[in-house]
């Protein structure tokens, strides 16, 4: 496993080395080829996750079919918490959208981590509250915020956390199908098309397969806010 990309986890931040090690050989490795479903929303679970390699969707269905996706997560990222925190079952499914690997811990091991660790404590608050205040955030933008701007926010968000600047821009590569575009920014797939041909018609970015490459991110994020 790598335990550079875990120390980037909450859980790990606070800690020195010697207890990173420690609570890195207490983890397990799980693997996942693209498309594969790690748990399913409604599922029980026992176990805490973080990305060590490749995305991950997080995602909800509706009673009809529709898909809504929560967030997309690539390395030193964490979920699988919230079962434990509040214990019920999955609030989501999780699906590798690449080829991707993860360190898991069980719910036993974290509290048993937790105790008398208040500084380790305080960073998974600190990821919960991080969490809560961008879901407003999406709340907020679902009701204030047309289908363009949504799109624009979610393309600077991947690009904030896998974006890579290069001459001709930020390239991000994604990963996802325009649909699942669609489904992040919770709009149908022909609207957010528009506004993707949209921005590239106007020379902000260039749309590539499961990746675009962000020419203008001023007016981009202008266009965002
Ligand atoms: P759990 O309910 O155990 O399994 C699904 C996980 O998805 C959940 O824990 C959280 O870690 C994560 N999750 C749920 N809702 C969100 C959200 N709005 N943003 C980011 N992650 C989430």
Redesign the pocket.
């Known amino acids: 496993m790598d335990n550079d990309v875990l120390r980037q986890a909450p859980l790990f931040s606070s800690l020195d080395d010697e207890a990173a090690t420690a609570l890195g050989g207490s983890m397990a490795e799980t693997k996942l080829r693209r498309g594969d479903v790690l ?1 399913h ?1 409604g599922d029980s ?1 026992d176990k ?1 996750y973080i990305v060590t390699e490749g995305k991950v969707k ?1 995602g909800r269905s509706s009673a009809d079919g529709r898909e809504n996706l ?2 997309i ?1 690539g390395p030193g990222q ?7 925190f509040d214990p ?5 499914t ?1 699906t590798a959208v690449t080829d991707a690997a993860f360190g898991s811990l069980s719910h036993d091991d974290l509290l048993r981590w937790l105790d008398g660790r208040p500084q380790v404590a305080r960073g998974l608050l600190s990821q919960l509250a991080s ?1 809560l205040r ?2 407003n955030d ?1 709340v907020a933008d679902l009701v204030f915020s047309d289908v363009p701007g949504r799109v624009a926010k979610a393309l600077l968000d991947l690009a904030d956390r896998f974006g890579r600047t290069a001459d001709d821009g930020v390239h991000v590569h994604h990963d996802l199908t325009q649909e699942e575009l669609a489904q992040l920014v919770g709009a149908s797939r022909e609207t957010v098309n528009k506004a993707l041909a949209d921005f590239a018609s106007r020379g902000w970015l260039r749309l590539e397969p499961r990746s675009v490459v962000i020419m203008d991110l001023e007016r981009l994020s202008r266009r965002a806010r």
Request: proline residues 4%; without cysteine; glycine residues 12%.
């Open positions: 748990f929303e679970g805490l997080l929560l967030a997560m964490m979920f699988g918490e919230l079962s434990l019920g079952p999955r609030s989501a999780v969490r961008k879901s999406v």
